[in-house]
T-cell receptor, first 107, second 114 residues
Framework: KNEVEQSPQNLTAQEGEFITINCSYS?????LHWLQQHPGGGIVSLFM???GKKKHGRLIATINIQEKHSSLHITASHPRDSAVYIC?????????FGAGTRLTVKP | NAGVTQTPKFRILKIGQSMTLQCAQD?????MYWYRQDPGMGLKLIYY???????DKGEVPNGYNVSRSTTEDFPLRLELAAPSQTSVYFC?????????????FGPGTRLLVL
């Protein structure tokens, strides 16, 4: 069983829609990361969370430590948001990753 | 700053050959990582380093070796390449400040073992 589970695996949205991607984990963690992998393969770090909520532009990330759950929200989605979004947890010095959520935003 | 650089971009190896994947960062980060990403699968941590001279195993270290003689460089060595090592390899570096960490990823090396 993977320590990090993401849902949905694939998501298609119309431009302007509000997007939610979920991440659940089964181990005690010190931090959770959200990453974005572009269609060309490049990976960019979006957020690191250890508690609460963070916002950067149209992206919002939340974490509930007690429920071992995090969500990534995208407001007013745009075709340029199309990418794979990856949840990763830091577990001691190890890092464990979800399989990713492939988001396609159609104009 | 160049950030995190990786060479080569793409390589084909024959079974049993060896090679070194190069990774360098110019941001003076203490932490460096090697990950592999198999098609349709999540990233997996191979090895990491918390500073020059210090390395440790991640989730999938078998078949690989690393060294960290300088802060800047973190090469990954494949001995006796096997088809199971066909993957995309990402190097990353990070710093921590006030409990916050940001990882910076290299562009990846695509390796095909035939």
């Amino acid at each position: 069983k993977n320590e990090v589970e993401q849902s949905p695996q694939n998501l298609t949205a119309q431009e302007g829609e509000f997007i939610t991607i979920n991440c659940s984990y089964s181990v005690g963690i010190s931090a959770l990361h959200w990453l974005q992998q572009h269609p060309g393969g490049g990976i960019v770090s979006l957020f690191m969370l250890s508690s609460g909520k963070k916002k950067h532009g149209r992206l919002i990330a939340t974490i509930n430590i007690q429920e071992k759950h995090s969500s990534l929200h995208i407001t007013a989605s745009h075709p340029r948001d199309s990418a794979v979004y990856i949840c990763a947890v830091r577990w001691n010095n190890d890092m464990r990753f979800g399989a990713g959520t492939r988001l396609t935003v159609k104009p | 700053n160049a950030g995190v650089t990786q060479t080569p971009k793409f390589r084909i190896l024959k079974i049993g050959q060896s090679m070194t994947l190069q990774c360098a960062q110019d941001m003076n980060h203490n932490y460096m990582y090697w990950y592999r990403q198999d098609p349709g699968m999540g990233l997996k941590l191979i090895y990491y380093s918390v500073g020059a001279g210090i390395t440790d195993k991640g989730e999938v270290p078998n078949g690989y070796n690393v060294s960290r003689s300088t802060t800047e460089d973190f090469p990954l060595r494949l001995e006796l390449a096997a088809p199971s090592q066909t993957s995309v390899y990402f190097c990353a570096s990070s710093y921590s400040s006030q409990g916050m960490e940001t990882q910076y990823f290299g562009p990846g090396t695509r390796l095909l073992v035939l």
